[in-house]
C-alpha cells in the first residue's frame, strides 16, 4: 500500500513538471500564445538589511582593476534554461504579470513594472534585463581573474538578486556604474538596490572601491526610514 501510494504520488509530481513544460514549449499552432507557468516575481529577495552591513563590513576595499581584456563576450549569458526558454525570457516571465509566451518562448504580452523608476509596460521590446553588479563592474571587481564557467554562472544567475526587468532607459543609463557613481531613480528602491549589490558582490567575492562602500552605507541607511 505505502509503496503504491509513493508510486502515485511521484507520478503526480511528474506529470506537473512536464505540464509546465508543455506550456512553455507547445506550437504556436496547438496554443498560441501560451500563459506563463505560475513562478515567483520579482526580484530574488535579498538579505536583510543588518546581514548586508555585515556582508558590506567584509568586502575588500581596493582601486578598481584594470579593464585591459574585457569583453562581453567573456561573460556567455542568455544562456537556455528550460526547453526554448533563455535567461531573458525566464526573467521576463519571472518579473511580470499575466505574461503569455510564444513557441519560442518569447513574451508576447504581460505587464511589467520597472522597479528602478516606476514606468510600467506592455511590451517585453521595452525592457532591458539588468545585472545588478553589470559585468564590466564585475571585471573591475575581480572577475578578471574568474573562469569563464564562473562568469556563465554570474551572467545568469536566476537564483541570487543579480537579474531584473527594468526600463531600458533606466538600464542604459546605469550602464556599468557603481552605486557611488548612479543610483535608481526611486529613492524608495535603494533599500533593496544597495542590499542587492552587496550580497551580490559578497557572494561572488568581489571588491569595492572606497566611494562605493560610502554609497553603500548612505543607501542601507534608507532602509530604516
Not at 506550456?23 to 496554443?31: G, H, I, L
Not at 576595499?61 to 584594470?66: D, K, R
Request: net charge positive.
Amino acid at each position: 500500500m505505502l509503496t503504491r501510494f509513493r508510486w502515485r504520488r511521484a507520478a503526480t509530481a511528474a506529470a506537473l513538471c512536464l505540464s509546465a513544460l508543455a506550456a512553455t514549449t507547445a506550437p504556436v499552432s496547438a496554443q498560441a500564445p501560451v500563459a506563463a507557468p505560475a513562478v515567483r516575481r520579482d526580484l530574488p529577495e535579498p538579505p536583510s538589511t543588518d546581514v548586508a552591513r555585515v556582508e558590506l563590513a567584509d568586502l575588500t576595499v581596493e582601486p578598481p582593476h584594470s579593464m585591459t581584456g574585457y569583453s562581453r563576450a567573456k561573460f556567455p549569458h542568455w544562456v537556455k534554461q528550460q526547453g526554448a526558454c533563455d535567461t531573458r525570457e525566464t526573467t521576463l516571465v519571472r518579473d511580470g504579470r499575466d505574461v503569455r509566451l510564444d513557441d519560442q518562448c518569447r513574451a508576447v504580452s504581460g505587464t511589467w513594472v520597472s522597479a528602478y523608476d516606476g514606468k510600467v509596460f506592455a511590451s517585453a521590446g521595452q525592457l532591458d534585463i539588468d545585472h545588478m553588479v553589470p559585468l564590466a563592474n564585475a571585471w573591475r571587481s575581480g572577475a578578471d581573474t574568474w573562469s569563464t564557467d564562473q562568469r556563465k554562472r554570474f551572467a545568469n544567475d536566476l537564483t541570487n538578486p543579480q537579474l531584473i526587468a527594468v526600463s531600458a532607459a533606466s538600464n542604459r543609463s546605469k550602464g556599468d556604474q557603481s552605486p557611488d557613481q548612479w543610483r535608481p531613480p526611486l529613492t524608495s528602491y535603494w533599500c533593496t538596490y544597495s542590499r542587492a549589490w552587496t550580497h551580490v558582490k559578497h557572494l561572488y567575492k568581489l571588491s569595492v572601491t572606497h566611494r562605493e562602500q560610502e554609497t553603500l552605507v548612505a543607501m542601507l541607511d534608507t532602509c530604516e526610514r
